[in-house]
């Protein structure tokens, strides 16, 4: 399984996840072998709109791939990895 979808069908529902939870949002990304840049970028306007609420977004059991990139990009930097 990847997240590498055209912004225009991805941005949507990652811009509504931020409103349709209470307190912070959790993502299992265990099943998750590959994110591309939109993937990423998904990632981060979802944990800039939550922050912007006082809460977070929090990542779990993030494969070795998924994590290279993110460490890459240096987006370990702001998102929360457990």
Known sequence: MGI?????????P??????LADGDVILDLGELEFIGSSGLRSLLQVHAALEADQRRLV??????LVARLIEVTEADTVLNIE
């Open 59 to 64: 990542l779990r059991n993030v494969r070795s």
């Open 4 to 12: 590498d979808l055209p912004r225009r069908i991805f941005r949507r």
């Open 14 to 19: 990652t811009c509504h996840l931020a409103r």
